[in-house]
């Protein structure tokens, strides 16, 4: 125990007894303290504000705050280094993987972004984990062979270097970072409708699309040298980022349908009015079970800024329009009958594109903490769904919105249709298989050619890609007595004589698997009962669904950062700013 102290806390007026630096409870709060730091992205230098250590004392005098210094210098760099290791142990064994990039940029002073280096792999027990490898900061003078450098020795640091079965990284990552996409003039918050931006979040509304966050210390030069750069350092190993590629058919969309934007400004305006004059008893019955809290200011998360929120918003005031109005009373912002009908047609016609969005990401943006996974066999069928959705789709009010869509699916989405690594993940998942096909011969005929590429790829013989490692092997059982003997046994002659087991080939594994009905089973549970009985598509599949269709955990924490802890606001030093989303990024491989 410390010294005592007198004239601190005590409602007897007495000195309390402070805790010492290692006592078990001192500890227990400084790391819930780190924990809130690290989860809530708050600047370390929360620990020195007086109302903080205020409510510090009242809860536990006899706790001693912690200085902002040793938070910063010693505490979290202590968990990084925990996460490091927990890492590197955990990729050891690991049986696949591929890796993700998310680049962050547009920050003023020494540090210009961050590059994030996210690992998605397979365990020993076909578990999908993803981790945060590195967060880099990238500098002013920060090259595209720069950045490629530092990739490569994260890579060699954590012992992956040639063992990602593909990187997902955007055709545009080295020169723009997108920003989110919204409905052009409807933007949940209603501070953020009005123009009066709270976090100065830089939003695409459909009017700048155009526009990226650009190096400030860069030309058109510097950045066609970054494109060479990624597109050769990379090579056929990178593959778009499917989420992001649907979100970029939506925002072209919406740049190809003008007449939208004043109708869905008035719609945002009328849904702000209801919030303020209506009850909120009487909203939780339209809106209830969004996920959105209405009624006031800075109270709708960061989720409902995207689009897909956005609209699902749309469409319960639609559904509600009469009671809405009934309950607000008349103003200059009802909706009128050809209002509705405009925007009755584009949630319609971008309704698939909200499901294909549930699908691959869930639950997941309410909390970012969530290891979820959802592997690139979902792509090809959505877009087969969209194509058929916008063929049979009509838009008398709005003709420029369909036009604007096929053609952005057509050149963002529709590749993916004949790319054998989409047909080959899309194949393996035992509830698509081959269905999905209007050609199976030429399909099957590309899957084999996949198959045999990757399932010779992946010889034993290779350390780097062994899918049983000798750690991971059990002991050979013992043979029978009866197999010991050296000639056929007439005592069990009346039994009758086992086939001898041969091999199958590859075209005989997917014959067999192709004739099975298709399951709902989940992907890799079923490939993992699976193995044995098709070991070479098994291998494949292992790679295969490694690959994610949606965006990681720190491309979602990048937005949140960007919005709430900017260096430049002196908030939180740049190399803090790293360790904390290196921290939260792998939140769950520390405190979960």
């Known amino acids: 125990m410390g010294s005592l102290e007198g004239g601190v806390g005590g409602g007897s007026g007495g000195g309390v007894t402070k805790f010492d630096r290692h006592d078990p409870r001192q500890v227990l709060i400084s790391e819930a303290i780190a924990k809130m730091i690290v989860r809530d992205l708050q600047p370390v230098s929360i620990v020195e504000n007086q109302g903080f250590r205020e409510l510090l004392q009242l809860l536990e005098p006899r706790y001693t705050p912690e200085t902002k210094h040793y938070i910063q210098s010693q505490l979290l760099p202590a968990y990084a280094y925990q996460a490091q290791l927990a890492t590197r142990q955990a990729l050891a064994s690991a049986h696949a993987l591929s890796l993700s990039l998310d680049l962050w940029r547009g920050l003023t002073g020494a540090t210009s972004g961050y590059l994030g280096v996210t690992c998605h792999f397979l365990t020993s027990d076909w578990q999908m984990r993803s981790a945060l490898l590195a967060c880099l900061p990238l500098t002013g003078g920060s090259s595209g062979n720069r950045v490629l450098s530092d990739f490569d020795e994260v890579c060699h640091s954590h012992g992956v270097s040639g063992r ?30 009005n123009g009066q931006n709270e976090d100065d979040e830089e939003v695409d509304n459909g ?14 030069g510097e950045e066609g040298e970054w494109e060479d750069s990624w597109e050769q350092g990379l090579g056929v190993c990178r593959v778009d980022c499917f989420s992001r590629s649907l979100e970029q058919c939506v925002r072209e969309g919406l740049r190809s349908c003008s007449q939208l934007s004043s109708t869905l400004a008035k719609a ?24 959105l809290t209405v009624g006031g200011p800075g109270n709708t998360p960061l989720a409902a800024r995207d689009w897909a929120a956005q609209l699902k918003v749309l469409r319960r005031l639609l559904d509600s329009v009469e009671f809405l ?23 319609d016609t971008l309704e698939p594109f909200i499901e294909a969005w549930d699908m691959v990401y869930g639950d997941r943006q309410a909390d970012i903490q969530t290891d979820r996974h959802v592997s690139i066999s979902l792509a090809l069928p959505c877009v087969l769904g969209l194509r058929k959705h916008l063929s049979e789709t009509s838009t008398p009010h709005c003709p420029s919105l369909l036009v604007g869509l096929s053609q952005a699916v057509e050149s963002q989405l529709s590749p993916i249709l004949e790319d054998p690594l989409y047909i080959t993940a899309t ?21 084999l050619e996949e198959l045999s590429k990757h399932s010779t790829a992946s010889s034993p013989i290779d350390p780097n890609t062994d899918l049983h490692p000798l750690s991971q092997t059990p002991p050979a059982p013992a043979p029978s007595p009866v197999s010991s003997l050296s000639r056929p046994c007439k005592l069990f002659s009346f039994i009758k004589q086992r086939p001898t087991t041969q091999a199958k080939s590859l075209e005989q594994e997917l014959a067999v698997y192709l004739r099975e009905e298709p399951t709902d089973e989940e992907a890799l549970h079923y490939w993992r009962r699976k193995a044995i009985d098709f070991p070479l598509l098994a291998q494949v599949a292992k790679r295969a669904f490694t690959i994610p269709a949606c965006g990681t955990v720190v491309e979602s924490i990048f937005t949140t950062a960007g919005s709430c802890l900017r260096p430049e606001r002196g908030l939180v030093l740049p190399k803090n700013l790293e360790t904390l989303i290196y921290l939260k990024a792998n939140y769950r491989l520390l405190w979960t």
Request: contains cysteine.
């Open 207 to 220: 009017n700048n699309v155009g526009e990226g966050i650009r190096n400030g210390h860069g030309d058109g």
């Open 325 to 347: 109005e009934e309950m607000s009373g008349p103003g200059k912002f009802a909706l009128g009958s050809s209002e509705r009908a405009l925007l009755r047609e584009l949630t």
């Open 164 to 193: 990602a079965f593909r990187v997902v990284a955007g055709p545009l990552l080295a020169r723009t970072t997108a920003k989110p996409c919204c409905l052009p003039g409807f933007l949940v918050s209603p501070t953020l409708a």
């Open 427 to 447: 194949t393996l998942d035992p509830q698509f298989k081959l269905t999905w096909s209007s050609s199976l011969d030429w399909h099957r005929q590309v899957l």
């Open 268 to 291: 945002a305006c009328f849904y702000n009015y209801i919030t303020s004059a209506v009850p909120p008893e009487k909203l939780s019955q339209v809106f209830d079970g969004l996920g």
